[in-house]
């Protein structure tokens, strides 16, 4: 059984997986890209890649709104979806925010740049205080 940790390591990935395809205009079944990543179903992971994947749209807002002279999309499409989860969980789940940013943080310090692991803890730590007010 893999914690929460692990499980969010394999929502990045799905997501991420989910963004390449999408640029090439593949045709994909996100069951079974989940399905592709776990040997066990788990509701956590169906419900969190697919409230992302839903809620795509307002997460680029939220986030664009609080990045400096960027945009979600000018990311890689790891950082991208580092963010999105850190996001998603934030703002539409009961996860607290702490563990939410803190868990964003964590994947970033292993997937990417340390720049960009700056830059996505202030751009959560500005949704955190702006957003939940």
Not at 59 to 70: G, Q, T, V
Not at 76 to 91: C, T
């Amino acid at each position: 059984m893999k914690n929460r940790s692990e499980l969010r390591e394999i929502i990045m990935k799905v997501v991420y997986q989910t963004y390449i395809l999408d640029n090439t205009k593949d045709n994909y079944n996100l069951e079974d890209l989940i399905k592709e990543q776990l040997e066990v179903e788990n509701d956590f992971v169906n419900t969190t890649v697919k409230g992302i994947k839903d809620k795509q749209k307002e997460i680029n807002e939220l986030a664009n709104k609080y990045m400096n002279n960027w945009t979600i999309d000018r990311l890689n499409k790891v950082d991208k979806a580092i963010l999105s989860l850190g996001i998603y969980e934030l703002i539409y789940t009961d996860t607290p925010s702490v563990v939410s940013i803190n868990e964003a943080i964590e994947l970033s310090k292993k997937y990417s740049e340390d720049a960009v692991t700056k830059m996505i803890n202030g751009v959560l730590d500005k949704i955190y205080h702006e957003e939940e007010k």
